[in-house]
């Protein structure tokens, strides 16, 4: 089983940055890909960047098509901890956004899904 616990969000203007952060509690985070989607009012949650296991080249790092160029994701094994690192923020940026651990993606859709789910947090950005 596994905790997670998201902070960091808030009202920032378009073209700012914002770090969110996501603790994770449980044995096992470190064998699990981690990752973060987010929802808008009215769409459907969408998939916003994934990290893979930690291993010794470091993790693999994944990033949907809106965002890519923009939104970097890392972890610290240490700390139990994953940081989506968000750069040139737009107004359709505007979202919660959600923790999740134990990603995959489908081999024939390429949609990701997850095992975990935090509760998230809201993400403004002001036009």
């Known amino acids: 089983q596994v905790q997670l616990v998201e902070s960091g969000g808030g009202l920032v203007q378009t073209g700012g940055s914002l770090r969110l952060s996501c603790a994770a509690s449980?044995?096992?985070?470190?064998?699990?890909?981690m990752g973060w989607f987010r929802q808008a009012p009215g769409k459907e949650r969408e998939f916003v960047a994934a990290?893979?296991?930690?291993?010794?080249?470091?993790?693999?790092?994944y990033a949907g098509d809106s965002v890519k160029g923009r939104f970097t994701i890392s972890r610290d094994g240490d700390k139990n901890t994953v940081y989506p690192q968000m750069e040139s923020l737009k107004p359709e940026d505007t979202a919660v956004y959600y923790c999740?651990?134990?990603?995959?993606?489908?081999?024939?859709?390429?949609?990701?899904?997850?095992?975990?789910w935090g509760q998230g947090t809201q993400v403004t950005v002001s036009s």
């Open positions: 990290i893979t296991a930690i291993t010794r080249s470091g993790g693999i790092t």
């Open positions: 449980g044995r096992t985070f470190s064998s699990y890909t």
């Open positions: 999740a651990a134990d990603l995959t993606r489908d081999a024939y859709s390429s949609k990701w899904s997850a095992g975990f």
